[in-house]
């Protein structure tokens, strides 16, 4: 067993593997110098100083040699040859695979801009990213954001905690634009606002300026320069879907899997950032980028791989900090023909539904997990919902679930 | 330092010294204990790390804040000693724990 990739998706389908009882040896290969961790406190609790490195590890270093499997770190597989059932790593080293998962995430994406490789330009994805954008925040300091997604909305808070002004700049009309409706956009873009987070939304950027090699600011399309320390580039991460592509599976912006996160070859499988799966809740194919997704499919492949029965589906969450928020969101919002909001956005609890005549579709809850899980449930269970006692607040949503 | 003793669904038993100031859901996780899967790390947005708490143990474990009762409201097989496991913070005080697993935290 060979699994290229040691991130969330790839630690968990290991300690999975051992935890269903598979005997056979397992190689888990990863680019980065340090066992799997968890990535989503890199932007929230950890940038603020509120967890330490031991605290991000999924298991401690001494588990990998108790349950025998063999950690493989600073180096990443390179190609898979099918034919042979080999991978080669990056070193140089062959290694053979019985069966091999593919667990190689997303990449933060960079932009192709004049002055993009200035130093204090930077990307949020590693701990090693993390540590380098913390050293450069504090009192006095000024962040610029260059794209109002989760990750740079959530540093902007991280940097206001620390000190530090942040100013967010966005190409579309509205942050989240991607990923969220506007009625959150305009809740967020209103309480990063009231704790000094600063926006230039519809601002395309041309160029990072510098002096003397360290980035001082951002040069918008209007010719306009917002100075910063530092830069952070939030616009997107896509897959590490190129060993796969070179090998011949078939990619669709992610490599293509089942349900059992298996690809058409039977001894390929594919979790977490880098696949494209099936949603059948929705009928469709798409990538997910998520913790949820990655344990999702790491449950699938370890079932499909030990002969277990296949883990039951999920409706898929994610879930965001920004300071004293809870955001959790379910599901996808496809297909969706009306938007319900239940309780007021001005008192910073309300949960927005997605709707498809009476089916949610999605769910978006700020500060209200009673709507984010019983929304959850009522998304896979796929149960038709009245909307006059889904928008009444007085009426509890167990008894809308009911 | 406390020893808690985790007992999954099937019965299986499982004593753990576990460091203070860490979570009773990361003493399971980081010892590769099954049965509690923490899918979010502890953020108090999943509660897929649910767990009974002994009936002698629920008044050191302290209160279940408005945003975990929250959560527990709708998660599978909730009885009266359900917590989620991520909320209880490790201390000698809890030095011999009893939790169980429920059967499923999917």
Redo the contacts between chains.
Sequence with gaps: MVIAGAGHAGGTVA?LL??YGFEGPVKLVGEEPIAPY?R??LS?AWLKGEADAD?L????TS?YAE?NIDLILGVRVSAIHRAEHTVELSDGRTLPYATLIIATGARARSLPIPGADLDGVLTLRSAADAESLKARLGPGKRLAVIGGGYIGLEAAASARALGADAVVIEREPRILARVACAVLSDFFTEYHRSRGVTFEVNAQVEALEGEGGHVTGVRLADGRVVFCDVALIGVGAPPNDEIALAAGLECAGGVVVDEHARTADPDIFAIGDVSHRPLALYERMFRLES??NA?EQARQAAAAITGRPP??Q?VT?N?S?QYDL?Y?FAGVPFDVDDVLVRGDPATAKFAVFHLKGDLIQAVEAVNA??EF??G??LIGQRRPISRARLADTAIS??EV?A | MAKITYIEHNGAEHVIDVKSGLSVM?GA??N?I?GI?A???G?????TCHVYVDAAWQDKTGEKSA?EE??L???ENVEPSSRLSCQIKVSDALDGLVVRMPE?Q?
Aim: proline share 12%; charged share 25%; glycine share 2%.
């Design positions: 300690a051992r935890q968890q989503p406190p929230k605290s590890a999924l298991k401690p588990f349950v913790v949820a344990l883990p039951p999920e969450w879930w900090d809870k959790q997990p009673a899980m019983a959850r449930q949503m167990k679930a | 990361e996780v980081k590769n099954p899967d899918d979010c790390g953020a108090c947005a999943c509660a945003m929250s959560m409201d709708f998660a499923s999917h």
